[in-house]
């Protein structure tokens, strides 16, 4: 060591201690350091090696590996791991041999880690400044400069660089708790394998641990740590080194490899046998949802994404069970993302609008109210049915502005309507689960009332039967705050919710709207609809109004007003319609009333 004084040594070694400590047994560094020397001139490979012959750098030997052309060289670095420094002469076969190898090494073979030093034995042919930059070159040197003392240093410097960007690397890429390769790495894993072209027989697979909250819940942060470890000791001694094992989220395990090794089945089986956990043992599950590369055609992010969808599905069947990815899986996926967005630019750009249908009073066709119904035409000039796009907004959260929106739409309309010579016309608002549920839902309302200047009395909303019967308590407060400001309730698509009656009877429920499924079978002159005579019964019994959605014959109507119904709604008195052919429809069927 007498290229090195003394104290700048033990502040090396310091170093070494520190970098030692970031990378320990997370990559294997190696006991030697690489060396790659690339010179066509054999004499300058023997002068080298006899320069730095015996030495070690940081407690290590050095290694060298020798190239006499940039072929050679890329050859090298193609299949070699760990070289940390390359020994670059610029001049070889060509004048830029050098410097177009550096280009190689950065770019194509993405080695970004090792250290480059550009060695040349004419000082004329140094490289822009630039050059030096963008390459990440470490050095430049002439040869005749590079004394035994000055190479000693100047790869000792290398060295050093490289490995503070091997350490970095490993806080970047590794997880920190398990020691294995985090989502980053993962995700780099999986885009090597495919830029090398390596589908064939490559699956990746997502492994979630059931209910992990839980044991962190009950059980204490360290415990679900410890639980953490034990999972990635047995799922990596299980796989084997042909599979990757990756922690990519606080309980999801990424896994890669042939198919063989990642048989769910297989990989579920590890979950049987409990846990050992300090002194306890722990049984947990894990569900699965597994892709093969060449099914999900994408790189690293998209396969995870597609074996999350795969993973998503087989949560939701049950867990501890598995789902393999199909393309239709991301097809439907990628359409309702796609549908979501050209949703939310709907919203800005006033392709949604508001259409009404009358609803009439079956005893004398009297027009007696309008149900709000939202309409979203695309770019294209193609309506989307609600029925599609309704469950993206829900799912979204969407809903709770759309249905604020429509609610002082349809009120802004009722005014104008009432305005026109219908005193006592009515307007119901759909109102989804969400919506209804939202902490400012009655606030909301109140201000669309105050806002819109419209009688509390004249405005209904459609709850679904569904939803009504969900969380009894929370519905009873709610359905009586609405009924204090003096809005009415209807219960939407009555008949399809199985509801309790004892329950249905707290509600203070204004009228029942019978599901047009069971409109539709009146009909049908066998059935004969016994369930529409039942719901009428039913709301008769409970003293509500009976209205009945779907009403498209005149049979059906007479059928309907014969069992008791009072109101209906359908194509049979009108379709839904924008709001100068409502107004002219119902100035046209004034006179019924
Ligand atoms: P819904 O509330 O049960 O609305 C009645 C549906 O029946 C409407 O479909 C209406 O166009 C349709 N309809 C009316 N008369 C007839 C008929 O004679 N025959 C048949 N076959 N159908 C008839 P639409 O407009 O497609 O709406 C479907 C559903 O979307 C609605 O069912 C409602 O659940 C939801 N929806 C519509 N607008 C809104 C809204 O503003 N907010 C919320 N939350 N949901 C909405
Ligand atoms: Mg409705
Ligand atoms: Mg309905």
Known sequence: MTYVSASEHSAESE?????????????????????????????????????????????????????????????????????AVVLLDVVMEREDAGLALVKV????????????????????????????????????KTKSELTRAKLYATITAAL?????????????????????????????????????????????????????????????????????????????????????????????????????????????????SPFRVQDDSMMVTATLGLVSLTDTKEAGRGAIKDANIALKRAKKNRRGSFVVYTLDMGIEIRERVRLLQGLRSAVDTNRLFVVYQPQVLLSTGAVVGMEALLRWRNDDGRYVPPERFIPLAEASG???????????MACHELVRMQAIGLPSLRVSVNVSQLQFRNPDFVERLVQAIADTGVEAASLELEITESVAM?????????????????????????GTGYSSLSHLRQLPIDRLKIDRAFVNELSSDVLGGPIAAMVIELGRNLNMTVIAEGVETEKQAAILRQMGC????????????????????????????
Request: aromatic residues 8%; negative net charge; hydrophobic residues 45%.
């Open 160 to 272: 050093r660089t490289y490995d503070q960007i091997r350490a970095l690397d490993n806080l970047a890429f590794y997880d920190h708790l398990s020691r294995l390769p985090n989502r980053n790495r993962f995700i780099n894993l999986i885009d090597e394998r495919v830029s090398l072209g390596e589908y064939g027989d490559v699956v990746i697979a997502i492994l979630d641990i059931d209910d992990f909250s839980e044991v962190n819940d009950s059980l204490g942060h360290q415990q679900g740590d410890r639980l953490l470890q034990a999972v990635s000791a047995r799922l990596t001694s299980a796989l084997g080194s042909a599979t990757v094992v990756a922690r990519i989220g606080s309980d999801a395990f990424g896994l890669m490899g042939p198919s063989s090794s990642i048989d769910p089945i297989a990989v579920l089986e590890l979950f049987r």
């Open 15 to 83: 170093f070494l201690d520190l970098v030692d400590d970031a990378t320990a047994s997370v990559v294997d560094v190696g006991s030697v350091w690489r060396l790659l020397i690339v010179d066509d001139e054999p004499d300058v490979h023997r002068a080298t090696t006899f320069a730095l012959n015996g030495l070690s750098i940081f407690g290590r030997p050095l290694e060298f590996l020798h190239a006499y052309s940039a072929e050679q060289a890329t050859a090298i670095l193609r299949e070699e791991r760990d070289i």
């Open 566 to 593: 009072h109101e209906g709604q359908g194509y049979f008195y009108s379709e839904p319609l924008a709001p100068p052919e409502l107004k002219e429809w119902l100035l046209a069927h004034r006179s019924g009333a």
């Open 398 to 408: 969407l809903i709770i502005a759309l249905g604020d929106w429509v609610l002082r």
């Open 105 to 140: 090494i950065r770019h194509d073979l993405k080695l970004t880690d090792v250290r480059i030093i550009l060695r040349t034995g004419q000082p004329g042919y140094a490289p822009e400044i630039e050059t030096i930059h963008a390459f990440d070159i470490n050095d430049y």
């Open 470 to 494: 969900e969380d009894p308590e929370f519905m009873l407060e709610r359905f009586a705050a609405i009924k204090a400001i003096g809005v009415t309730i209807a219960i939407d698509d009555f």
